[in-house]
């Protein structure tokens, strides 16, 4: 299968997910949560879908279990909105790069209010 044609499947499989978690999903424990990518296998049998929580570990830990616990219901709706030979199975996973590129912004932010309130001593 092209590398090419893999990435537009990708990007349309991110869409739709995206798309069935905010508008199709009830659970309570599901934060808002941002697709970031999508990874499939060769064979497009495997969606690893990661995504992004603004909130603090508890939801992270709560929107993780939720979506696992959707991940069947996601794909049945995956399943009827694009037509793939194989409806990938979906596996959630959190971007550990866009939680790593916040925290660095606050330890920054709190170095820069740490300097400002030394200089005005």
């Known amino acids: 299968m092209g590398q090419e044609r893999t990435q537009r499947v990708a990007e349309q499989i991110k869409k739709v997910i995206g798309g069935i978690i905010h508008d199709d999903l009830g659970d309570p424990r599901i ?3 941002t697709v970031t990518k999508v990874e499939l296998s060769r064979d497009l049998r ?3 879908v ?6 603090s570990e508890k939801q ?3 929107t ?3 979506l696992k616990r959707s991940s069947g219901f996601i794909r049945k709706l995956l ?3 694009i037509k793939l030979r194989y409806t990938p199975e979906i596996i959630f996973k959190v971007d550990a790069g866009i939680e790593h590129s916040i925290h660095i912004s606050e330890i920054l932010s709190n170095l820069q209010e740490k300097r400002e309130s030394n200089g005005r001593k």
Request: net charge positive.
């Open 60 to 62: 992270l830990r709560d």
């Open 79 to 81: 399943g009827e909105r």
């Open 46 to 48: 495997v969606a690893k």
């Open 50 to 55: 990661y995504f992004s929580l603004l909130g």
């Open 31 to 33: 934060g808002f949560v």
């Open 64 to 66: 993780k279990i939720g």
